[in-house]
Structure formats: structure tokens, C-alpha cells
């Protein structure tokens, strides 16, 4: 089971910082962040692996960082100089299966989400 938190209603230019927290036995070697904004397919915001390797999609690279704690089993994405485009809802994954970590179709455990207003 994975619940996000953190998401809310921002200024362009602000910040927010996202959390998940995983249940200790989901598959957790690949951990990725997800957002849909209303009318449009779920789209890959960033992805971590096992040894804290990460990838961003281009649109967030330079302003946002994803990063995990093993520890408390929790991943965070950290969302600076936001902007209107990045209103969603934001959506962690894991037990990923898939090709591509950037697909949401690889990933076969998802929270509810969290929202994201950029205004």
C-alpha cells in the first residue's frame, strides 16, 4: 500500500514537498512519482532505483528532486519554482515490471493520489 500526502494549492514560484509511504514488503527496487492533470494520461515526473539513481522527465528537471528514506520506508518529491503546468494529481509507484520506468503501465501497486494546484 503506498499514501501520499503533501499536495495543495501554490503561487507560481512556490514550493511543496510530496510524500509516500510504502508498505515495508512492496517491491520498492524501482520508485517513481506520476501526475495526470485533468483530460490527459498519467505522465512519469521522476524515478529513483535502489541505489538512489534518479531520472527526471525533462519539463521538471532543475526544479523538482525525488529521493527516498529506506529507514521509514517513505518517498519524497521535493517541488521547487512550481509552475501552472504542474497542476495534477500526483501519484507515487512501485513494483515495477515493466520496460520503460518512465510508463505507468510497468507499475502494479499505486496510492490514491495527492493534488497539486498551481495558480
Known amino acids: 500500500q503506498l499514501v501520499e500526502s503533501g499536495g495543495g494549492s501554490v503561487q507560481a514560484g512556490g514550493s511543496l514537498r510530496l510524500s509516500c509511504d510504502a508498505d515495508s514488503g512492496l517491491d520498492r527496487r524501482c520508485l517513481a512519482w506520476f501526475r495526470q492533470a485533468p483530460g490527459k494520461e498519467r505522465e512519469g515526473v521522476a524515478t529513483?532505483?535502489?541505489?538512489?539513481?534518479?531520472r527526471y522527465d525533462d519539463s521538471v528537471t532543475g526544479r523538482f528532486t525525488i529521493s527516498k528514506d529506506d529507514s521509514k520506508n517513505t518517498l519524497y518529491l521535493q517541488m521547487n519554482n512550481l509552475k501552472p503546468a504542474d497542476t495534477g494529481m500526483y501519484y507515487c509507484?512501485?513494483?515495477?515490471?515493466?520496460?520503460?520506468?518512465?510508463?505507468?503501465?510497468?507499475?502494479?501497486?499505486w496510492g490514491q493520489g495527492t493534488q497539486v494546484t498551481v495558480s
Open positions: 529513483i532505483v535502489s541505489d538512489g539513481t534518479s
Open positions: 509507484a512501485a513494483d515495477w515490471r515493466g520496460a520503460y520506468p518512465f510508463l505507468a503501465s510497468g507499475y502494479h501497486s
